[in-house]
């Protein structure tokens, strides 16, 4: 059973940093690929940053690149999204997604709520 539970968003200045952590029970870093999804009210639901299960490459949206990052604790199990430099652009609910490599099985969180704002 796959279990994804998001946390760290919150309300942050323009400018500033915040870190989204994803506790995947039920995964295998090994065979899933894990992303960070984000939707904006009255927009869809867009892809943010993947991290590929078998090699580890990174994946990033062209409007995020350089300013965040995403990455894994094998131990715990813990997929994090680091972000920086926030604009009031960024502002969403973020999900974290696990996708099966073999079979194509996706599982999503209940999502975290960014807010960018002054």
């Known amino acids: 059973q796959v279990q994804l539970v998001e946390s760290g968003g919150g309300l942050v200045l323009p400018g500033g940093s915040l870190t989204l952590s994803c506790a995947a029970s039920?995964?295998?870093?090994?065979?899933?690929?894990m992303g960070w999804y984000r939707q904006a009210p009255g927009k869809e639901r867009e892809l943010v940053a993947s991290?590929?299960?078998?090699?580890?490459?990174?994946n990033y949206a062209d409007s995020v690149k350089g300013r965040f990052t995403i990455s894994r604790d094998n131990a715990k199990p813990t997929v994090y999204l680091h972000m920086k430099d926030l604009k009031p652009e960024d502002t969403a609910v973020y999900f974290c997604?696990?996708?099966?490599?073999?079979?194509?099985?996706?599982?999503w969180g209940q999502g975290t709520q960014v807010t960018v704002s002054a």
């Open positions: 997604n696990a996708r099966r490599v073999i079979g194509g099985s996706e599982y």
């Open positions: 991290l590929e299960a078998t090699f580890g490459r990174t």
């Open positions: 039920g995964v295998h870093f090994g065979l899933d690929t």
